[in-house]
C-alpha cells in the first residue's frame, strides 16, 4: 500500500499506541523517521527503538514509554504536509508549550529540534510538533 505521508502516519501510529498502553509499536522505516525518532529518543518521550531489515524491507520497532501509567506523549501533531509545505525562519522558531514539547524541524544542517536551530540561527521546514 502506497501512503501519500508516511511520517504522517509514523506519528498515528505512536499516539494510536501509546493512547491505547501498548508497549511497543512497529511501522515501516526510512532515514527520515530514524532522524526523528532518534530526537523522541533524546528529548525523553519514547525509550527506544531499533530497526529491523529483512531483504530490501526496513521496518522499525518502538519502545513507548509511560510515567504512572501514562503516557509520555500528551500529543503529537503535523505542522508541515505534503500538500503545504510550513518553513519558517530561526527568528520565527517559538517554544511549544513553554518548552514543555518540541518541534522537529528539518534544515539544511540535518533534522534537530527547533531549540537547537533557532541556537544555531537556522531556519527549515517544521515536520512536527510532540508535547
Same mark, same amino acid.
Given at each position: 500500500m502506497s501512503l501519500s505521508d508516511p511520517i504522517a502516519d509514523m506519528l498515528t501510529r505512536i499516539r494510536n499506541a501509546s493512547r491505547a498502553g501498548h508497549?511497543?509499536?512497529?511501522?515501516?522505516?526510512?532515514?527520515l523517521k530514524t =532522524?526523528?525518532?532518534d530526537i523522541f529518543k +533524546?528529548?525523553?518521550?519514547?525509550?527506544? /527503538? =531499533?530497526?529491523?531489515?529483512?531483504?530490501?524491507?526496513?521496518?522499525?520497532?518502538?519502545?513507548?514509554? /509511560?510515567?504512572?501509567?501514562m503516557p509520555v506523549i500528551?500529543?503529537?501533531?503535523r505542522v508541515s +504536509?505534503?500538500?503545504r509545505r510550513f518553513y519558517i525562519a =530561526?527568528?520565527?522558531?517559538?517554544?511549544v508549550r513553554n518548552n514543555i514539547g518540541i518541534s522537529v524541524v528539518s534544515t539544511s544542517k540535518g533534522v534537530m529540534t527547533g531549540r537547537? =536551530?533557532?541556537?544555531?540561527?537556522?531556519?527549515?521546514?517544521?515536520i512536527c510538533r510532540v508535547w
Amino acid at each position: 500500500m502506497s501512503l501519500s505521508d508516511p511520517i504522517a502516519d509514523m506519528l498515528t501510529r505512536i499516539r494510536n499506541a501509546s493512547r491505547a498502553g501498548h508497549v511497543s509499536v512497529s511501522f515501516p522505516g526510512s532515514r527520515l523517521k530514524t =532522524a526523528i525518532l532518534d530526537i523522541f529518543k +533524546t528529548e525523553g518521550f519514547i525509550e527506544n /527503538y =531499533a530497526v529491523k531489515k529483512s531483504g530490501n524491507k526496513t521496518d522499525i520497532d518502538v519502545k513507548l514509554k /509511560y510515567y504512572n501509567k501514562m503516557p509520555v506523549i500528551r500529543q503529537m501533531e503535523r505542522v508541515s +504536509t505534503p500538500g503545504r509545505r510550513f518553513y519558517i525562519a =530561526a527568528k520565527d522558531l517559538r517554544p511549544v508549550r513553554n518548552n514543555i514539547g518540541i518541534s522537529v524541524v528539518s534544515t539544511s544542517k540535518g533534522v534537530m529540534t527547533g531549540r537547537k =536551530a533557532r541556537k544555531l540561527n537556522i531556519g527549515g521546514e517544521i515536520i512536527c510538533r510532540v508535547w
